[in-house]
């Protein structure tokens, strides 16, 4: 059966304090939003759906960058879930198929329980996501039998034995596309807030004698976010999973506390990752590669065998090809380096290309930037780049050729050439003395004064 999703994000999370929309703070890197799209985008949905109101603007173009072919329909005003889940209704007037509503601040759902919530459809028209909560508070409670639901019970209109009940509503909805907008069209504002509530579908739809289900998953997956607190929790939450998720993929952590992953971090079996280190947006390390110590990686690419820091950065762009090392205090961004190449320490390599088994000494530098444009540097194979060259793009460098330390590197070097670009050393003898005889007197004399 096909499946599209509902995501509600109009939201404005006046708890959070901040002029962010509350479903682009980001947890692991990533906004909220992108969570929930992740679990959505597993089913392979027919069409996703997310609704926005406050910032629309901003929220749409995540939803969008996260992938094109999410529509964004605007809630304005804001009238409730009900009102919410509505506003999808032209887009899925054709649909034949079961909708799922999620919400964009609730972003750790798996796509197992959502595929669950699906299986569920085959035996109730209507079902609803709960879990047992070790604190229930105010939460909805869900009066069930077995699997079958019976209804929901905002708390404020719970007994006393209602009120016991640690069963409590997630606010996840199934049911297909088609009657669930047929019930909204039933649901009614006579609240206090005047809002039209997606919680009473249930009940409408038993009214007219279909079945309504309830799922359970493990609370952690229902966590929502309103305040900086859960925002920190939930990070937390997807770091301690992300680090079992790594272990028992057969990924070594030195130190596991110590090391945060993005959303969309790959890792292969039988990685090394030492301590305290940070992956940004886009990284994937293959098999048998090696991260040591407080290294920051983000958008980058490293392959099997090579080995990387401790103490290195790397940037949007890097491409490390196998038995790469790259070592402490060295920066690569857009940039591929081919097999064997080692750049050992204190080294900025931006926007080049380095062929295989080249060498790049210490406190290299490509000056990849003129001011307005960037340039890029070609360095071929076998090459071995002299300490405190600066290799000034747009220049290339041949295969088996040689810069001396030292050099400013302007003009291109040829094949196995040597290339000196230094400027002529002049030595004067005792000059060194006199000099700083004549500026400690200066020196003192201004103390005096």
């Given at each position: 059966?096909?499946?599209s999703?509902?995501?509600?994000?109009?939201g404005?999370?006046?708890?959070m304090?901040?002029?962010?929309?509350?479903?682009?703070?980001?947890i692991?890197s990533?906004p909220?939003?992108?969570?929930?799209?992740?679990?959505?985008?597993?089913?392979?949905?027919?069409?996703i759906v997310?609704?926005?109101g406050?910032?629309?603007?901003?929220?749409a173009?995540?939803?969008?960058?996260?992938?094109p072919?999410?529509?964004?329909?605007?809630q304005?005003?804001q009238?409730?879930?009900?009102?919410a889940v509505?506003?999808?209704?032209?887009?899925?007037?054709?649909?034949?198929?079961d909708?799922?509503?999620?919400?964009?601040?609730?972003?750790?759902?798996?796509?197992e329980?959502?595929?669950?919530?699906?299986?569920?459809?085959?035996?109730?028209?209507?079902?609803?996501?709960?879990?047992?909560?070790?604190?229930?508070?105010?939460y909805g409670?869900?009066?069930?039998?077995g699997?079958?639901?019976?209804?929901i019970?905002?708390?404020?209109d719970?007994?006393?034995?209602e009120?016991a009940?640690?069963?409590?509503?997630s606010?996840?909805?199934?049911?297909p596309?088609?009657l669930m907008?047929?019930?909204?069209?039933r649901v009614e504002?006579?609240?206090?807030a005047q809002?039209?509530?997606?919680?009473?579908?249930?009940?409408?739809?038993r009214?007219?004698g279909?079945s309504?289900?309830?799922?359970?998953?493990?609370?952690?997956?229902?966590?929502?976010?309103?305040?900086?607190?859960?925002?920190?929790?939930?990070?937390?939450?997807?770091?301690?999973r992300?680090?079992?998720?790594?272990?028992e993929?057969?990924?070594t952590?030195?130190?596991p506390e110590?090391?945060?992953?993005?959303?969309?971090t790959?890792?292969?079996?039988d990685?090394i990752?030492g301590?305290n280190?940070?992956?940004?947006?886009?990284?994937?390390?293959?098999?048998?590669?090696?991260?040591?110590?407080?290294c920051?990686?983000?958008?980058c690419?490293?392959s099997?065998?090579?080995?990387?820091?401790?103490?290195?950065?790397l940037?949007?762009?890097?491409?490390?090809?196998?038995?790469?090392?790259?070592?402490?205090f060295?920066?690569?961004?857009n940039?591929?380096?081919?097999e064997?190449?080692?750049?050992?320490?204190?080294?900025?390599?931006?926007d080049?290309d380095?062929?295989?088994f080249?060498n790049?000494?210490?406190g290299?530098?490509?000056?990849?930037?003129?001011?307005?444009?960037?340039?890029?540097?070609k360095?071929?194979?076998?090459?071995?780049?002299?300490?405190?060259?600066?290799?000034v793009?747009?220049?290339?460098?041949?295969n088996?050729?040689?810069?001396?330390?030292?050099?400013?590197?302007?003009?291109?070097?040829?094949?196995?050439?040597l290339?000196?670009?230094?400027?002529?050393?002049?030595n004067?003898?005792?000059?060194?003395?006199?000099l700083m005889?004549?500026?400690?007197?200066?020196?003192?004399?201004?103390?005096?004064?």
């Open positions: 059966m096909a499946v999703f509902i995501v509600l994000a109009a404005m999370g006046s708890r304090n901040s002029d962010t929309p509350k479903v682009l703070h980001n692991a990533a909220m939003l992108h969570h929930a799209l992740t679990a959505v985008r597993a089913l392979e949905p027919s069409r997310v609704v926005t406050h910032e629309a603007a901003l929220v173009k995540s939803a969008e960058a996260f992938d072919a999410v529509d964004c329909v605007l304005e005003p009238l409730g879930t009900a009102h509505d506003m999808a209704a032209p887009l899925l007037a054709d649909f034949a198929g909708a799922i509503v999620l919400y964009g601040d609730t972003p750790f759902i798996r796509p329980t959502l595929q669950a919530m699906l299986d569920a459809r085959a035996r109730h028209s209507v079902v609803v996501l709960g879990f047992q909560a070790r604190d229930p508070g105010r409670r869900l009066v069930a039998s699997d079958s639901l019976e209804k019970v905002e708390y404020k719970a007994s006393d034995e009120r009940i640690t069963l409590c509503n606010g996840v909805l199934c049911a596309a088609k907008f047929e019930l909204i069209a504002n006579n609240n206090a809002e039209y509530y997606l919680t009473d579908l249930p009940a409408l739809a009214a007219q279909l309504a289900g309830v799922v359970i998953c493990d609370e952690s997956e229902t966590l929502g976010i309103n305040t900086r607190a859960q925002l920190a929790e939930a990070e937390a939450a997807f770091q301690a992300a680090r079992a998720d790594a272990l993929n057969g990924v952590l030195t130190a110590t090391v945060f992953f993005a959303l969309d790959h890792i292969g079996r990685a990752i301590a280190v940070i992956f940004g947006p886009a990284v994937t390390i293959e098999s048998g590669a090696e991260v040591k110590a407080f920051h990686l983000e958008g690419h490293i099997r065998g090579a080995v990387v820091g401790p103490f290195a950065r940037r949007p762009g890097a491409e490390l090809a196998e038995d790469v090392h790259v070592g402490n060295v920066e690569i961004k940039a591929i380096l081919d064997g190449v080692k750049v050992g320490h204190l080294t900025y390599i931006g080049a380095v062929g295989e080249t790049i000494g210490a290299t530098v490509t000056c990849n930037y003129d001011g307005v444009m960037k340039h890029r540097t360095i071929g194979k076998r090459a071995f780049i002299g300490s405190s060259t600066m290799l793009a747009p220049v290339s460098v041949g088996d050729a040689l810069t001396a330390s030292g050099s400013v590197i302007t003009e291109n070097v040829p094949d196995e050439a290339s000196i670009g230094r400027a002529k050393q002049v004067k003898p005792g000059l060194a003395t006199k005889a004549r500026l400690k007197a200066i020196k003192a004399a201004k103390g005096k004064s």
